[in-house]
């Protein structure tokens, strides 16, 4: 069943079935079982990552994860629910019908059903709430030299938006926009660079290329979005928003304004606030 995704989506590539604690349950032709293993494994580490970040994306009661989006040079990876403790993915070539194909994943869970439940064997959503019930003391001013007034501003301009923060290649926060305060900017760096490495992971899932070039990961919640942008080689973005912003034109700000940020000094940390 899961060919029905390969077969009838022109530019798909590949559909793996896999359980919240990273076991593979199923793919598709053309797939190493070890590749297939690769991919199970990053998706379910990558979940785990998501749901404990969810409150960056805004405090909500309801912070329940959509779907996660990896956009490479040379193509997509998608994923998606597929029941309780169950995830569906799939890979497409970069001029797939992004449309098409997650109307396609979506009709497959739904078809399937509770056939692909599979119950966690521990509770996937224990580190999320931890995450979100310490979310409300860690946000405040980040101190002098580490707010950016460039972030602010396309913060303050594009409605729904409501984080950014730069990071640098090692993982350590480098500036932010106002609000996020040095002990948030670092617990979401941490799970922002775990994102990363493991987004780079599933590069295999397209094919077997030694320098991928990733782009982005796109993370939908109920109540907002998570976006980890890359911006040079030394440098990422993650960056958060309100479910009714307009992302289009927030990434599109977000990408304006940051390569002034990498190669200048706010780079290094001399943020509008001073040395």
Same mark, same amino acid.
């Given at each position: +069943? ?11 590539? $590949? ?12 793919? *598709? ?13 990053? +998706? ?147 799970? +922002?660079?775990?994102? $990363? ?45 309100? $479910? ?7 990434? *599109?700000?977000? $990408? ?6 990498? +190669? ?12």
């Amino acid at each position: +069943m899961l060919k029905d995704i390969v077969h009838n989506v022109p530019r798909a590539l $590949h559909a793996v079935l896999l359980s919240a604690d990273g076991i593979l349950r199923g793919a *598709t032709d053309g797939l190493t079982e070890k590749n297939a293993r690769t991919i199970s494994a990053a +998706m379910s580490g990558m979940q785990s990552l998501s749901r404990a970040t969810a409150h960056f994306a805004g405090p909500a009661e309801d912070q329940q994860w959509n779907q996660t989006i990896i956009e490479f040079a040379h193509g997509w990876v998608f994923l998606i629910g597929a029941g309780q403790g169950a995830y569906l993915a799939a890979a497409a070539e970069p001029d797939v019908d992004v449309q098409q194909i997650s109307f396609r994943m979506h009709r497959l869970v739904a078809r399937l059903g509770g056939n692909l439940t599979s119950p966690p064997r521990v509770n996937p959503s224990a580190g999320a709430a931890a995450a979100t019930g310490d979310s409300h003391r860690h946000e405040g001013a980040g101190g002098s030299g580490f707010v950016l007034a460039e972030l602010d501003r396309v913060i303050a301009e594009v409605p729904g938006a409501r984080h950014a923060l730069l990071l640098g290649a090692e993982g350590l926060p480098r500036g932010a926009s106002s609000g996020i305060g040095r002990d948030l900017a670092d617990t979401i760096s941490a799970g +922002m660079t775990g994102i $990363h490495a493991y987004s780079r992971a599933t590069s295999q899932f397209m094919g077997t290329l030694n320098e991928a070039e990733w782009r982005q990961t796109v993370i939908e919640f109920r109540h907002g979005w998570i976006f980890l942008i890359a911006v040079g080689e030394a440098a990422l973005l993650a960056a958060a928003a309100e $479910h009714d912003c307009d992302i289009e034109e927030f990434t *599109t700000r977000l $990408h304006d304004v940051v390569p002034s940020l990498v +190669m200048g000094g706010t780079s290094r940390g001399e943020g509008a606030g001073g040395a």
